[in-house]
């Protein structure tokens, strides 16, 4: 079902998707879906790994896939590299559609979605178009100037790793992303963790989570 509907998803595709039957995704998959947010150089993909490597999760990063989908000779490379180099925010319709994608491939039905949604457009696009949201929402709370710090001794080639884009993605972090965080605590959703410390202790915060997801999963 869902491989059917993500061939129709490349069809119908559009900025704005209001009606009901454009949803596609039935809510029926059995998925555990944890998005993982916080600014850049919170520490993320590095507690992602952790978490993969515990607990069995698939990790889909949205910046990951941008930044493949640049190298792949796609129609929206050179956009998404001016709007990562900006540090802003790739239309919802691209992420979602490379989102999508991994979702539907392999036998995996736990998500871990690192640095989505970035903006509340984000999110509204992926409840649409999946009918879904998340089953719950880590957040990695960190001083501004750690994530500076981090980011700019990351040494991984990034185009948007310097100090010029990393003061716009900190405005857009709290301009667009900080909302959505919100949204997902009154919701009740939000585990925050305190991101500052080693990368075990800050592990030792987020283990609990999901032990306490398996542990659901078994007794249910
Ligand atoms: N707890 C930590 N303390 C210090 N450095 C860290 C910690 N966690 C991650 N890092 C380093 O900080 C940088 C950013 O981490 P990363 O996981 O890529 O963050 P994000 O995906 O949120 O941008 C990397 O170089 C990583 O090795
Ligand atoms: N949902 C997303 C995620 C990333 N991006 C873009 O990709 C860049 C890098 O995202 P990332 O998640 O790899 O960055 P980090 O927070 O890991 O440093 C962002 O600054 C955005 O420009 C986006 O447009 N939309
Ligand atoms: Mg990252």
Redesign the pocket.
Known sequence: MLRRTIASLKSSISLHITEEKDRICPKHIDSVITFVL??????????CAKIVETFGFKHL?A?DLLRKEIVSDSEYGSMILDTIREGKIVPSEVTVKLILRELESGDNHKFLI??FPRSEENRIAFEHITGSEPNFVLF?DCPEEEMVK??L????GRIDDNIDTIKKRLKVFESLNLPVIDYYAKKGKLHRIN?????D??FEQVRPVFAACEKKATIT
């Open positions: 916080g600014g850049p150089g919170s520490g993320k993909g590095t507690q990063s910046g690192d640095g990695f981090r980011v001794s990351r040494n991984q991101a500052v410390g080693t990368e202790e800050i």
